[in-house]
Each structure stands twice: as structure tokens, then as C-alpha cells.
């Protein structure tokens, strides 16, 4: 029987190159996303590659998504293995400027939706008898607090939190909860975070901040949606069963932990 993943977050980006691999690895792959336009691209992307795939639209910050997401996937493929946290955003701001509607967008959003993706995907496992797969998105900033970054930092180091706790509770049921921590990639993201500091230092020159963070890797070169879907298909794969609780570090030799 074909395993089935749910990724969120994965109309583009890391997500989209983690939905891709597991869907070359053989599962059923439920695609979410919160923009319609892209979900429809991505979708007819996999299926011109053969995959069996679902588009669900939500927002993984309201608890009910989540849930509905999680029902949608039983509904279409009848069951749930993988359930990837993958959905987030970044904010770049000086620690003095920060506001109450940033701390409560980035926190609703990257934090709020791991905890209800979390809970979603569990009641499912917990319904189909246990064993289950939890992957969420950390990130080096789970693991390093950056500058002009305070905010994503703090939700990354949430989510890094959330990832241990709900693994000692969830073990009894043979559930494990993991996270991947990835490091500086050639991604939309990263070319707003790069806009957004080039506006706040006079000195800096559009791609300097992603110059200086990627040319501190170690091994040379900066990070491609594989190097990140390449730890996810490990993670999801019955070789995990006995990793559990763990901020794994993706990023090249960037962060020692």
C-alpha cells in the first residue's frame, strides 16, 4: 500500500522540492498552500510526472484548516503517514521596530501552524492505530538568533520547542517528531530577506546579505531544495522509526550544534 504525505506550504520553494521527493519516493502526496494560483501550477507540475496528488487551499494558522486538511487527505487517499509542517514566513526588522502585528503574524503562522498540524496529523495516526511521521520546518535560526531576524528566530526557536515536547508525548504512540533546520537557500525568501536588510543598511548593495550569509557555508556553495528534501525523505522513511525529538541541521557548515 502507498504511503501518503501531506506537505504544507507546497506550492514553491523548499516545500515544493520536499513534495517532489517524496512523491518520487512513492507516496500519495497531498499538496496545501494558501495561494489557489500556484496550488493549480504545481498541481498539473506533478501530474504531468505521473504522481498521485491532492491540492487542498488553507491557512495553517487557523486550527480548522488543519484539521480539514488532515480529513480531505483521508478522504481521497484513506489514510495519513507523513504529515510535513512545512509552511512559514520571514520578517526583517530591526529589534526596536518590531510590532505587535509582526510577533502575531510570524507567531500565528510559523509557530500556531506546527502546533495544529501537529495535533491534526496525530489524532489521525492515534485514529489508524499509531505510527506516524511529524517533519516540521526549523531552521538555523531555531539553533542561532540573527540580527534583524529576532522575530523568525524566536518562532524558529518555538518551533524547536514544540518539536520536543510533542515527541515525548506523542512516543507512547509510536509517533515521532522531528525537525529539519535548513541554512541559506537561493529562494524567494531569501531574496526579500536580502531586499529588506540592502533598505535598512546604506552600505549594503542588493545581494550582499545573501553573499555574506552563504559565503560563510563550508562546503562552498549555498543550499538547493534537494539538500533539504534529501533529509526530509530520510525522516519520512521507516529507516527514521527509531529518530525522534531531533532539530536536525541542514546547511552546509554553517551552524555547529
Known amino acids: 500500500m502507498s504511503k501518503v504525505a501531506i506537505v504544507t506550504g507546497s506550492a514553491g520553494g523548499l516545500g515544493k522540492g520536499i513534495a517532489q521527493r517524496l512523491a518520487k ?30 491540492t487542498v487551499k488553507g491557512d495553517v494558522s487557523k486550527r480548522e484548516d488543519q484539521f480539514n486538511l488532515v480529513q480531505q487527505a483521508v478522504e481521497q487517499f484513506g489514510r495519513l503517514d507523513v504529515f510535513v509542517n512545512n509552511a512559514g514566513i520571514d520578517a526583517v526588522t530591526p529589534f526596536l521596530e518590531i510590532d505587535e502585528q509582526q510577533l502575531n503574524k510570524l507567531f500565528s503562522i510559523n509557530v500556531n501552524g506546527v502546533v495544529f498540524g501537529t495535533q491534526a496529523a496525530a489524532e489521525q495516526f492515534i485514529k489508524q492505530g499509531g505510527k506516524g511521521k511529524v517533519i516540521n520546518a526549523c531552521s538555523i535560526a531555531g539553533h542561532e538568533a540573527y540580527e534583524m531576524l529576532s522575530t523568525y528566530s524566536a518562532t524558529k526557536h518555538a518551533v524547536k520547542a514544540f518539536t520536543h515536547a510533542a515527541a515525548k508525548e ?40 545573501f553573499k555574506k550569509f552563504s559565503g560563510a557555508i ?23 522509526d527509531y529518530i525522534t525529538g531531533q532539530a536536525i541541521l541542514t546547511d552546509g557548515g554553517l551552524v555547529y550544534r
Request: charged residues 25%.
Open 218 to 240: 563550508a562546503l562552498g556553495r549555498y543550499q538547493t531544495p534537494e539538500d533539504v528534501a534529501n533529509l526530509v525523505s530520510f525522516l519520512a522513511s521507516d529507516d527514521a
Open 25 to 54: 519516493d512513492g507516496f500519495k502526496v497531498v499538496l496545501h498552500d494558501i495561494n489557489e494560483e500556484l496550488l493549480a501550477s504545481a498541481k498539473s507540475e506533478f501530474e504531468a510526472s505521473g504522481y498521485d496528488v491532492l
Open 170 to 209: 506523542l512516543a507512547k504512540h509510536q509517533i515521532t517528531v522531528n525537525a529539519y533546520c535548513p541554512g541559506v537557500a537561493k529562494t524567494k525568501m531569501w531574496d526579500r530577506i536580502d531586499e529588506e536588510m540592502v533598505k535598512y543598511d546604506g552600505n549594503m548593495q542588493p545581494g550582499d546579505a
